[in-house]
């Protein structure tokens, strides 16, 4: 159901789906999610941290 897989979806190879997902599909609704990449420094991990908490509005 990710988009990064349409294409192996229209080509029917090397993608299949087991049962209905509706936990996963309920993850990917009510998830918030934060993209991150191993190269990321301290640094830039504290700066993504603290740009959060200032938008949720909590002071830490």
Not at 18 to 28: A, S, Y
Not at 29 to 56: K, N, Q
């Amino acid at each position: 159901r990710q988009p990064v897989f349409d294409d192996m979806r229209k080509r029917a190879e090397g993608y299949r789906v087991i049962g209905d997902l509706k936990h996963t599909d309920r993850i990917m609704r009510d998830s918030f999610w934060i993209g991150v990449y191993p190269g990321m420094s301290d640094e830039m991990l504290s700066y993504m941290a603290d740009t959060l908490i200032h938008a949720c509005g909590r002071k830490k």
